[in-house]
T-cell receptor, first 115, second 116 residues
Framework: AQSVTQLDSQVPVFEEAPVELRCNYS??????LFWYVQYPNQGLQLLLKYLSGSTLVKGINGFEAEFNKSQTSFHLRKPSVHISDTAEYFCAVSDQGTGGFKTIFGAGTRLFVKA | DAGVIQSPRHEVTEMGQEVTLRCKPISGHNSLFWYRQTMMRGLELLIY????????DSGMPEDRFSAKMPNASFSTLKIQPSEPRDSAVYFC??????????????FGDGTRLSIL
């Protein structure tokens, strides 16, 4: 069965500092991995996804993530954060089950960027 | 292109009343998901449909909750009777899973439900 663990519930960081949001997953089959961002009073939006190929995936707003199969991790990184990056970030895993593809979301990590 | 459209955006009603939340998925998408988000429990999958057929409703909290998808462009989530503990933000999402996996879900802006 799939599961997703986001290791930090909150991450405070100063503006222009680097940040890493950690995500570990488990699945018995090949998976697709995603990071989503949720701004206040909005739905989730896709930041980036890993399907296959290069393990380093680049997304919108300067974010990138690295797929590590041996460590079953998909950590999200940004070299220099802005105030506007303050939001909640969700890691998600998807694989094929009965009737179609189901996505499991992690509990979320709240990123708080301070001036 | 229009995204996933949910209505209403906000709903405030009294305990015991029937509540109906509506969702219009992105045209061409064949999978639709209903989620509930609260501070205590995070994002929970309630039910998902594939080609208008309910595939997994194991997340539906109890018989007071029901969901339908009468056609490819419309879905409803109904709570009857509503209770204060149903207060949450309810999201609808859709995706095109017809040609394989790896397709991201597209979320609506949610319905903020308050049961007094």
């Amino acid at each position: 069965a799939q599961s997703v663990t986001q290791l930090d519930s909150q991450v405070p960081v100063f503006e222009e500092a680097p940040v890493e949001l950690r995500c570990n997953y488990s699945s018995s089959v090949s998976v697709y991995l995603f990071w989503y961002v949720q701004y206040p009073n909005q739905g989730l939006q896709l930041l980036l996804k890993y399907l296959s190929g290069s393990t380093l995936v680049k997304g919108i707003n300067g974010f990138e993530a690295e797929f590590n199969k041996s460590q079953t991790s998909f950590h999200l990184r940004k070299p220099s954060v802005h105030i506007s990056d303050t939001a909640e970030y969700f890691c998600a895993v998807s694989d094929q089950g009965t009737g179609g593809f189901k996505t499991i979301f992690g509990a979320g990590t709240r990123l708080f960027v301070k001036a | 292109d229009a995204g996933v459209i949910q209505s209403p955006r906000h709903e405030v009603t009294e305990m015991g009343q029937e509540v109906t939340l509506r969702c219009k998925p992105i045209s061409g998408h064949n999978s639709l998901f209903w989620y509930r988000q609260t501070m205590m429990r995070g994002l929970e999958l309630l039910i998902y449909f594939n080609n208008n057929v309910p595939i997994d409703d194991s997340g539906m909290p109890e018989d007071r909750f029901s969901a339908k998808m009468p056609n490819a462009s419309f879905s409803t989530l109904k709570i009857q009777p509503s209770e204060p503990r149903d207060s949450a933000v309810y999201f609808c999402a859709s995706t095109d899973s017809g040609t394989g996996g790896g397709k991201p879900q597209h979320f609506g802006d949610g319905t903020r439900l308050s049961i007094l």
